[in-house]
């Protein structure tokens, strides 16, 4: 193609890109003409038996829609359930055999993940009492405060820069507790002093939570600002 036929094929495609927006522009303004002079003729509204008509049709859309969300997400939270309950029942399997008192406990935990949360729920246990002794806490930290009450007893630990520490204890009688896990960065099973333990990693905050069924107790440390081998060391270091 030379030169003159390419500069005359560019003349063609511009004139007919100008005569297009004309034709666009005018047919725009009818039909906002139109849709204007409808709007004031009462005779032309729609029959109300075609606008239910026509509302019972996306409603029939919508509903289909939501049954495959919400499909997809009973689906997914099922896989998230019964991936909790078999690690519990692989880790309760021995007590079980062994202990009553386990037994007792354990079967009156049930542990739901829903994805941005993790649910402890027991349904009754009764509390033994604890004697809780901290062994070691990561260096910067100081205990600020401990609060007690009838069913839970928090350690608070504080840091000059910026590390902060909770050790929580709680009765699991009749309780449920939830714990963040949205978005977690780690979320795995790890042992501490021979019990298991969930471990969530989200940026800097760091929680671990253990059950005691032989205790009836949950105990919970979270973190922030705080390595995960101190807030693990940490965790070992309890005794109670």
């Not at 063609?12 to 002079?37: C, I, P, Y």
């Not at 021995?94 to 993790?118: Q, T, V």
């Amino acid at each position: 193609m030379t030169r003159r036929e390419e500069l005359y094929e560019r003349y063609h495609d511009a004139l007919f890109a100008l005569l297009m927006e004309e034709v666009s522009e005018t047919q725009g303004k009818k039909a906002l003409e139109e849709n204007e002079r409808l709007n004031q003729d009462t005779l032309a509204e729609v029959p109300p038996e075609i606008s239910a008509r026509c509302m019972d049709c996306i409603r029939r859309a919508f509903r289909r829609q939501r049954t495959v969300a919400a499909r997809r997400t009973v689906l997914r939270l099922s896989r998230g359930i019964a991936a909790v309950l078999l690690a519990v029942m692989l880790l309760f399997t021995g007590a079980f055999a062994f202990s009553d008192s386990f037994r007792s406990a354990a079967l009156n935990l049930f542990i739901e993940y829903f994805g941005d949360r993790i649910d402890f729920n027991f349904r009754h246990s009764e509390g033994t009492g604890m004697q809780i002794q901290v062994g070691w806490v990561p260096e910067g930290l100081e205990l600020t405060e401990k609060i007690e009450e009838s069913t839970s007893t928090v350690y608070i630990y504080i840091g000059k820069a910026g590390q902060n520490l909770t050790l929580a204890f709680y009765q699991t009688k009749g309780s449920s507790f939830s714990f963040d896990s949205e978005d977690a960065d780690e979320m795995t099973d790890i042992s501490i002093n021979g019990r298991q333990a969930l471990l969530i990693v989200k940026g800097n905050s760091i929680q671990i939570i253990q059950v005691t069924p032989d205790k009836s107790m949950l105990i919970h440390v979270a973190a922030e600002n705080v390595s995960k081998s101190d807030v693990i060391k940490f965790a070992e270091s309890v005794t109670y």
